[in-house]
Antibody
Framework: QAQLQQWGAGLLKPSETLSLTCGVY????????WTWIRQPPGKGLEWIGE???????HYNPSLQGRVTISIDTSNKQFSLKLSSLTAADTAVYFC???????????????????WGQGTTVTVSS | IVLTQSPGTLSLSPGERATLSCRAS???????LAWYQQKPGQAPRLLFY???SRAGGVPDRFRGSGSGTDFSLTVSRLEPEDFAVYYC?????????FGQGTKVEIK
């Protein structure tokens, strides 16, 4: 199965834009829904959004308008951008993949089975 | 869909049985309910999907069950490595949502 490695800036100021990338290794790329999830300090998990194998995104309405998830199939990477940051966006951000195989539409049918290592993002002036 | 997990914390000894509950605010389509285990400083690990289908490498002392709005995760005999936080997640109705977690701690 795929293995994920993520990277990006960890310390940002309010109003800036978070940018994280997740690389997919040792596995197929176009049979997964690629997903971002975050976890504020000491709290639970929040689904940010996903992009399907054809590149169509699907976002959590709570973040709609601030979030962009995109894929780069040639480099087997996918990315997260979150704009207009506030302290409430401070969290560990995880990339993850939900395998869909040959049954990817109209929606995913399996949850996130592969995860990146997480990136701590702190928003502070 | 709001998922409510109970109890918030479960204090048990190794060898004991653990039963964790996840209740949904409305019926989850296709019983698309997953369970994850998370240890400190690590990413979550998928344990079950579609309510009772075991993910690869998950020991058979773990069991997922339930349907509709009421789901449970049972660990028949706790091993030292099972002490962790467990989350349920529904992926049947967008936006996908997680429960707040149940911490299983050593008594």
């Amino acid at each position: 199965q795929a293995q994920l490695q993520q990277w990006g800036a960890g310390l940002l100021k309010p109003s800036e834009t978070l940018s994280l990338t997740c690389g997919v290794y040792r596995g197929p790329f176009s049979v997964y829904y690629w997903t971002w999830i975050r976890q504020p300090p000491g709290k639970g998990l929040e689904w940010i959004g996903e992009v399907n194998p054809s590149g169509t995104p699907h976002y959590n309405p709570s973040l709609q308008g601030r979030v962009t998830i995109s894929i780069d199939t040639s480099n087997k990477q996918f990315s997260l951008k979150l704009s207009s940051l506030t302290a409430a966006d401070t969290a560990v951000y995880f990339c993850a993949g939900a395998y869909c195989g040959g049954d990817c539409y109209p929606t995913l049918k399996y949850p996130m089975g592969v995860w990146g290592q997480g990136t701590t993002v702190t928003v502070s002036s | 869909i709001v998922l409510t997990q109970s109890p918030g914390t479960l204090s048990l000894s190794p060898g004991e049985r653990a039963t964790l509950s996840c209740r949904a605010s409305q019926s989850i389509p296709n019983n698309f309910l997953a369970w994850y285990q998370q240890k400190p400083g690590q990413a979550p690990r998928l344990l079950f999907y579609a309510e009772s289908s075991r993910a690869g490498g998950v020991p058979d002392r773990f069991r997922g069950s339930g349907s509709g709005t009421d789901f449970s995760l049972t660990v028949s005999r706790l091993e030292p490595e099972d002490f962790a936080v467990y989350y349920c997640q529904q992926y049947g109705s967008s936006p996908w949502t997680f429960g707040q977690g149940t911490k299983v701690e050593i008594k």
